[in-house]
């Protein structure tokens, strides 16, 4: 009869000790921890790529507005070139 007393002593001590694993398992936020770090990260970098595609149609933009102010300063030198010429013709047609 001893050896069973014994044995039942060992399965409630096991049976303890299980129960007083799962629950520090279950308390244990080390899990949640990793998996906020893992969504801050990936938040981030979506945060990131989304800035660096705004800053690039940013800086298209920028490229394109250069672009046609210097073809408007060009288009206003010509008009002001051909309007010279036209002065001068004028000029010349009056003279004779």
Do not use: Y
Not at 19 to 24: I, T
Not at 46 to 53: L, M, Q, V
């Amino acid at each position: 009869m001893p050896n069973r007393k014994g044995s039942f002593m060992k399965k409630i001590g096991l049976t303890l000790a299980a129960v007083a694993a799962l629950g520090v398992a279950a308390c244990n936020k080390a899990g949640d921890a990793t998996t906020n770090n893992a969504t801050d990260i990936n938040v981030t970098e979506t945060e990131t790529s989304t800035d660096i595609n705004a800053a690039a149609a940013e800086g298209g933009n920028a490229v394109t507005a250069t672009g046609n102010a210097m073809e408007s300063t060009g288009n206003a030198a010509s008009d002001a070139g051909n309007s010279m010429s036209n002065t001068a013709d004028a000029a010349s047609n009056s003279a004779h």
